[in-house]
């Protein structure tokens, strides 16, 4: 696809983690960064949905990053069908932050239920 610079897909049942995502993500960024200043955005992004998809979901079955034109996508399958659920504020409480960070520091997020689980793609654009 024209436009379309795209990381490795990992699929295996193992999954990709949260570092190696990380790494993943900085290469594509440092080839042409189309989100400046957003860099902490989307590896912050990165970590949380590859951890979530550990801690919640049974893994990660596919992560994907692509730079387009103006914007960052980020892609992470799991094979659970059950959408993310944003917990109730407790600051006391350890963990329940990690999805309510992703959605207040992305400016899109969708969760698309499949026969395979699901996938979640984030979109940071450079007017974040």
Known sequence: MAGRTTAPRNTSTSGVSSAQARDITRDL???????????????????ELIANA????????????????????VEVSDSSPEPPVTRPWAPTQPGGFGWRLVNQLADKVTVTVHDGGKTIAVTYTGHG
């Open 29 to 47: 960024l440092s080839r042409g960064n189309p989100v400046p200043g957003r860099e902490e955005d989307v590896l912050t992004a990165v970590s």
């Open 54 to 73: 550990r801690q919640h979901a049974g893994g990660v079955s596919g992560f994907q990053v692509a730079a387009l034109p103006g914007a960052v996508l």
